[in-house]
């Protein structure tokens, strides 16, 4: 009955996919089968981990946080986990014998979030960065090169110039709520609540800069990967391109979206551009 449980727990880390990001969930089926699952492992143990730092404010978070990551290391030494999450996520680290020290340097970066308001450096902004995404990315990308070290070397620093890009965006797009709730600002050396016209130019064609370096490995990916991770770059390029027209001061008022139509061209677009090979 091992073979259920296991089934069991893949189901909730697809799930926590699901329920938390219906944009990502459709990005991963479009990977091949064979992998789909391990991604969704992944999502869900990243996620879980964001939502200790970032929604669950009436609780001790470090005390959560110290358990979940003391609980991870239990179970990929036992090999088992009764954390469903757990139990799925160190199935795809030893499938895939993924460097714990991207782990580590994930968690680190949780435990920033813990504490640390602001980046006031380029080299703090980096570092939470690494480790809140570049990591993540490596991570997946462990996943779809399916064991290929030499392509995987190849492919790792635009894996991470993509996990960059994708979280730029999502600090740009949630400036709003990073500031009214979290008390947060990432961006180093700008005043987010007086963001002026010139530093969102700045960080726009930054997060462009880590688009097109991304943009090279994407093209080198293996078949089982490349539409679903085109895909989520085409959704987050055309979110980026909406924050760029849109006022600063607007951003500090209202998220940026994605309409369900535009998806749905996206999707469209990036399946006929991978398919007669056009990107």
Same mark, same amino acid.
């Given at each position: 009955?091992?073979?259920?449980?296991?089934?069991?727990?893949?189901?909730?880390?697809?799930?926590?996919?699901?329920?938390?990001?219906?944009?990502?969930?459709?990005?991963?089926?479009?990977?091949?089968?064979? @992998?789909?699952?391990?991604?969704?492992?992944?999502?869900?143990?990243?996620?879980?981990?964001?939502?200790?730092?970032?929604?669950?404010?009436?609780?001790?978070?470090?005390?959560?946080?110290?358990?979940?990551?003391?609980?991870?290391? /239990?179970?990929?030494?036992?090999? @088992?986990?009764?954390?469903?999450?757990?139990?799925?996520?160190?199935k795809t680290i030893r499938k895939y014998d993924i460097d714990t020290s991207l782990v580590d340097a994930f968690m680190r970066s949780m435990k920033m979030d813990l504490h640390k308001t602001q980046y006031s450096s380029k080299e703090e902004y980096e570092q939470y960065?690494?480790?809140?995404?570049?990591?993540?990315?490596?991570?997946?990308?462990?996943?779809?090169?399916?064991?290929?070290?030499?392509?995987? /070397?190849?492919?790792?620093?635009?894996?991470?110039?993509?996990?960059?890009?994708?979280?730029?965006?999502?600090? &740009?797009?949630?400036?709003?709520?990073?500031?009214?709730?979290?008390?947060?600002?990432?961006?180093?050396?700008?005043?987010?609540?007086?963001?002026?016209?010139?530093?969102?130019?700045?960080?726009?064609?930054?997060? !462009?800069?880590?688009?097109?370096?991304?943009?090279?490995?994407?093209? !080198?990916?293996?078949?089982?990967?490349? &539409?679903?991770?085109?895909?989520?770059?085409?959704?987050?390029?055309?979110?980026?391109?909406?924050?760029?027209?849109? /006022?600063?001061?607007? &951003?500090?008022?209202?998220?940026?979206?994605?309409?369900?139509?535009?998806?749905?061209?996206?999707?469209?677009?990036?399946?006929?551009?991978?398919?007669?090979? &056009?990107?």
């Open positions: 009955m091992m073979s259920l449980y296991n089934e069991l727990t893949q189901a909730c880390s697809k799930e926590v996919t699901l329920r938390y990001s219906t944009s990502f969930f459709r990005a991963v089926n479009l990977l091949s089968p064979s @992998i789909q699952q391990d991604i969704h492992n992944i999502y869900g143990f990243v996620r879980f981990a964001d939502e200790i730092v970032d929604t669950f404010h009436e609780y001790n978070q470090e005390k959560l946080l110290s358990q979940f990551e003391k609980d991870f290391y /239990e179970s990929l030494k036992n090999g @088992i986990s009764l954390n469903p999450i757990l139990n799925s996520f160190q960065i690494f480790g809140s995404a570049d990591v993540v990315g490596l991570m997946c990308l462990k996943v779809f090169v399916e064991g290929n070290n030499n392509l995987y /070397e190849s492919l790792k620093g635009s894996a991470m110039r993509l996990g960059s890009a994708f979280q730029k965006v999502n600090f &740009l797009r949630d400036i709003k709520n990073d500031l009214d709730v979290l008390n947060r600002s990432y961006f180093p050396q700008v005043d987010l609540k007086n963001l002026d016209k010139k530093s969102k130019e700045e960080i726009i064609k930054e997060i !462009q800069e880590d688009f097109r370096a991304a943009k090279a490995g994407i093209i !080198q990916l293996p078949s089982v990967a490349k &539409l679903g991770v085109y895909t989520a770059y085409s959704y987050y390029f055309e979110l980026l391109v909406k924050l760029k027209k849109t /006022e600063p001061s607007k &951003l500090l008022e209202t998220r940026v979206r994605v309409n369900n139509f535009m998806k749905t061209y996206l999707f469209c677009k990036s399946y006929l551009k991978v398919k007669f090979n &056009l990107i």
